[in-house]
């Protein structure tokens, strides 16, 4: 009867929130949901400990977490201790990946695919502990609840952050720095700091991580570097 309540209130649901709050409720510590296109992804972080993200990306750690290989190269749903065991990885920089995810308390967790308008998308989902018995029971349900994510979360929703993979090691905000200042660089640093909702000092401390991750010394360098990029492309 609950996995029957359960798919009658997914199939109701009538925002992301809803739809996050029901998966959450099975007994999963943490969610977000990505879209891939060509140059650029989708990011919703609907349910995620504060601040994994950044250091997911801007370390770079994605570019050797088994998980994240297994998005690119499988195109059915797992685990990510499945991903852990199949995926072949240098150990030492696999065990620095699943001690980020474990820090942050997600020991365990399972990707879900999904996918629409010709686009890769999928759900991934976190648990503290194993989460396999958890999928095991609810992976016909997750599946449903995968889709209606798709469908609601759809390109251009105002709830999705759009992130370059060309500068995935750029944390969100870093890249809505750079797309400002060069968009719209008549604004004064305070002005830029009242539109993105943060300090002055915070901004001028993003300007600088920003120039180390362009390898360049300057914040000025780093707005060049991206324009080049635009130019060659």
């Not at 240098?90 to 020991?107: C, H, K, R, T, Y």
Request: include cysteine; charged fraction near 20%.
């Amino acid at each position: 009867m609950k996995e029957l309540k359960f798919a009658q209130d997914i199939l109701q649901a009538e925002t992301p929130g809803e739809t996050k709050d029901l998966i959450i409720g099975l007994g999963f510590n943490g969610l977000f949901f990505q879209r891939w296109y060509p140059d650029t992804m989708d990011n919703w972080e609907g349910h995620l400990a504060e601040g994994f993200q950044e250091h997911y990306y801007a370390a770079q750690i994605y570019r050797f977490c088994p998980v994240a290989k297994a998005i690119h190269q499988w195109c059915r749903s797992y685990t990510f201790a499945e991903a852990r065991d199949t995926i072949s990885i240098d150990p030492e920089q696999a065990v620095i990946a699943e001690n980020l995810w474990s820090f942050f308390g997600m020991d365990d967790g399972v990707v879900i695919f999904s996918g629409r308008y010709n686009l890769k998308s999928a759900l991934i989902l976190t648990t503290e502990g194993p989460v396999e018995s958890l999928y095991r029971k609810y992976a016909g349900l997750l599946a449903l609840a995968a889709e209606k994510l798709d469908q609601q979360l759809y390109p251009g929703h105002a709830s999705l952050r759009q992130l370059s993979r060309d500068n995935i090691t750029l944390s969100p905000i870093q890249q809505k720095i750079l797309k400002l200042q060069i968009n719209h660089p008549e604004l004064s640093n305070a002005a830029m700091a009242e539109t993105l909702g943060i300090s002055v000092n915070t901004l001028f401390a993003h300007h600088k991580k920003i120039a180390k991750k362009e390898g360049v010394t300057t914040f000025t360098g780093a707005i060049v570097k991206q324009l080049e990029k635009k130019v060659a492309e």
